[in-house]
């Protein structure tokens, strides 16, 4: 590849067309993450996970849920029982990424007022920007 990449792995994210890229995109979806990290402590129903994951909607929920079964990192399992019942867990590589997510998602906390501070001082300087 023609870059200043570092890679072992000879991917490159910044490149459009590198198949790495296309998993970054997926990883982007907050949806993807929090299913992701929803699961990290074992299997869930697709109801379970709804009322885990605060505004999240039953489309987005499905879409979700596809994406992660169709890319390897969640499987799901129907049990032959009237009302079907469907469980949802991580694969090995679903629980390896679970594990660097959910280090994002403790900074994020730890961070949170850090940012929120932030967003409220830019918020200030730009009001007084257009009272100038």
Not at 85 to 99: D, F, H, I, P
């Amino acid at each position: 590849m023609d870059s200043d990449n570092d890679s072992p792995f000879g991917y490159d994210a910044f490149r459009r067309t590198c198949p790495s890229h296309t998993v970054l995109e997926m990883l982007a979806s907050k949806w993807v993450y929090l299913v992701v990290c929803a699961l990290r402590k074992g299997r869930l129903r697709n109801g379970e996970l709804a009322r885990k994951l605060e505004g999240i909607t039953p489309k987005m929920l499905t879409q979700t849920l596809r994406v992660l079964e169709r890319d390897g990192l969640v499987r799901r399992e129907i049990f032959p029982v009237i009302p079907p019942r469907v469980e949802y867990e991580l694969t090995e590589l679903g629980q390896n990424l679970a594990g660097l997510l959910t280090q994002i998602r403790s900074w994020a906390e730890q961070h949170a007022p850090d940012i929120k501070d932030a967003r409220a001082r830019a918020t200030a300087e730009n009001e007084g920007n257009w009272a100038a």
